[in-house]
């Protein structure tokens, strides 16, 4: 007899592929908790996420920068709650990371599982877990923004899907326009390269509509030519250029 999660075969595929990433993910990835440690400047970022949060509170990092010119608040607070929860732990750090890259894959597999069927989905999203590309910012905890920036491209994405569905009432098409537009400024706040992800959300979760979603669509692109305004402004108010990054030293505390 097949076993069945639920009376939903969507649901049911979605379930199986969550939990081959589970294994996916404790087979390729797990073994390497013994071998994680501190590198180049993580010791030096975490002191500063300590010292400045409780110097000058949890918000102070969305509006300045911390040596290089860009705004990546999640990175400093990440590892301020790494320091709460974990102290001098290393073993929580890797967790940390790891369940921020499930959560950003499981996100993506929630909409490729609504265009490829059942549990082939998992084979769209499983090259990206095993990537090279995510190896260092899982393994490298001054890297991490990059993984926030992944789990929020997937919730953007995830948004759109919803924001962009056929035949839905106003109410519903706004509640997920909002929570879109929100994880769009997570992903601006992870890492200068989320500035594209409006753009890909939308264009990918309105690869599959019906004629209905156009709409939508030009509300999703305004609202996002709106951020892109709003964040290039607050840039340039914060860190005095509207472009740049690694023109000032990598180390905070270094003069």
């Avoid at 964040?231 to 990054?245: E, N």
């Amino acid at each position: 007899m097949r076993f069945r999660f639920s009376k939903d075969p969507t649901r049911d595929g979605y379930l199986r592929g969550i939990l081959a990433l589970l294994v996916l993910l404790f087979v390729t990835r797990l073994p390497y908790l013994g071998s994680y440690t501190w590198i180049n400047e993580d010791l030096s970022l975490e002191l500063l996420a300590r010292t400045s949060v409780q110097k000058h509170g949890l918000w102070y990092w969305f509006f300045h920068s911390y040596g290089p010119k860009v705004l990546r608040p999640f990175q400093l607070l990440g590892m301020y709650g790494d320091y709460l929860l974990f102290g001098t732990n290393l073993t929580g750090r890797y967790l940390h990371s790891l369940v921020v890259l499930f959560l950003g894959l499981a996100l993506i597999l929630a909409v490729v599982q609504r265009m490829v069927p059942g549990i082939l989905a998992f084979f769209v999203v499983a090259p990206l877990a095993l990537s090279r590309g995510l190896a260092e910012p899982l393994f490298w905890l001054s890297d991490r923004h990059d993984l926030y920036l992944l789990m929020f491209f997937g919730a953007s994405l995830f948004c759109a899907e919803k924001f962009l569905l056929p035949f839905q009432d106003k109410g519903y098409t706004a509640r997920w326009g909002v929570l879109l537009v929100l994880c769009w400024w997570g992903s601006f706040f992870s890492n200068e390269k989320g500035l594209v992800v409006p753009l890909l959300s939308l264009l990918l979760a309105s690869a599959f509509r019906g004629s209905s979603w156009k709409m939508s669509l030009l509300a999703g692109v305004a609202a996002a030519v709106v951020s892109w305004v709003l964040y290039f402004a607050l840039r340039l108010s914060a860190v005095g250029t509207f472009i740049g990054g690694y023109d000032d030293s990598i180390f905070p505390f270094s003069g």
